[in-house]
């Protein structure tokens, strides 16, 4: 099947949050560390640079937290009562 412009499976990061990219990155670490000597350099260098990328990521300032605005819609109604 064909994607739709906009679709999940489209070819785009999936955006996470600082404490998500956090996890990712003590993951990567683990799995570095924990990495058979046998394993192909291409993997190894794959999951480094992914594991430099987060950490010059993490570096960044957090954006600062946004604007509280109202509920999107009115709150929902109680049923009618017969």
């Given amino acids: 099947m064909?994607?739709?412009?906009?679709?999940?499976?489209?070819?785009?990061?999936?955006?996470?949050n600082r404490v998500e990219k956090e996890k990712q990155l003590r993951d990567l670490k683990e799995v570095?560390?924990?990495?058979?000597?046998?394993?192909?350099?291409?993997?190894?260098?794959?999951?480094?640079?992914k594991i430099r990328e987060l950490s010059e990521e993490m570096?960044?300032?957090?954006?600062?937290?946004?604007?509280?605005?109202g509920p999107r819609r009115p709150p929902r109604r109680e049923p009618r009562k017969f």
């Fill in 32 to 49: 570095y560390a924990n990495l058979k000597p046998y394993t192909s350099p291409e993997l190894r260098a794959s999951i480094a640079t």
């Fill in 59 to 69: 570096k960044q300032p957090a954006p600062p937290p946004r604007e509280e605005r």
């Fill in 2 to 16: 064909r994607s739709r412009e906009g679709q999940l499976s489209d070819n785009r990061p999936i955006p996470r």
